[in-house]
Antibody, heavy 120, light 107 residues
């Protein structure tokens, strides 16, 4: 079955960078778009980014555009999210999720999430 | 960007009740709306795609309706396992936007 495992979260100071990873298994990773979504502790969901199956198309949420970069390594079945210029408002659980098509559309299932805490 | 307004934020109901949650989009999104259920400590789970298509394995007491700018998720005959938080998500344009969420609690 589809399995998505995020990693790379932790505590980071404001202004610093972090790279999250999402290891995928149980499906042909290179055939599907992938999303990142985040959830602020105790609050709602915010869509972060999507990347197409081949990495050639990417879209971002307004609050992260220009600071975050989504990428993928299809040879290693891994999705990435590079987080730069972090602020306390970026503190959240970050989830990766699989799209049903080559680019976007809805997404399911999700991984278990990795917590990023931005604090001095 | 398309804005999505979900209501109510909080809903208190009893087992067996019928409840409805609404999402309104700021412009016509046709049927590009989905619904997720999230239980504490878990990732969200997709319930409904295309505004009204029930995902495999989701009980038939869940239903979705609407198109254009107004959408409804209805749960008929609430079960104890349905008490959770529900989110809508518009897929018509990027950036994708979630509704604010509806927390459904046992009365």
């Amino acid at each position: 079955q589809v399995q998505l495992v995020e990693s790379g979260g932790g505590v980071v100071q404001p202004g610093r960078s972090l790279r999250l990873s999402c290891a995928a298994s149980g499906f042909t990773f290179s055939n599907f778009g992938m999303h990142w979504v985040r959830q602020t502790p105790g609050k709602g969901l915010e869509w972060v980014a999507v990347i197409s199956y081949d990495g050639n198309n990417k879209y971002y949420g307004a609050s992260v555009e220009g600071r975050f970069t989504v990428s993928r390594d299809n040879s290693n079945n891994t999705l990435y999210l590079q987080l730069n210029s972090l602020t306390p408002e970026d503190t959240a659980v970050y989830y990766c999720a699989k799209a049903p098509t080559r680019l976007g559309n809805w997404f399911d299932p999700w991984g278990q999430g990795t917590l990023v805490t931005v604090s001095s | 960007d398309i804005q999505v307004t979900q209501s109510p934020s909080f809903l208190s109901a009893s087992v067996g009740d019928r409840v409805s949650i609404t999402c309104r989009a700021s412009q016509d999104i046709r049927i590009y709306l989905v619904w997720y259920q999230q239980k504490p400590g878990s990732a969200p789970k997709l319930l409904i795609s295309g505004a009204s298509t029930l995902q495999r394995g989701v009980p038939s007491r869940f239903s979705g309706s609407g198109s254009g700018t107004e959408f409804t998720l209805t749960i008929s005959g609430l079960q104890p396992e349905d008490f959770a938080t529900y989110y809508c998500l518009q897929l018509h344009d990027y950036p994708l936007i979630f509704g604010q969420g509806t927390r459904l609690e046992i009365k």
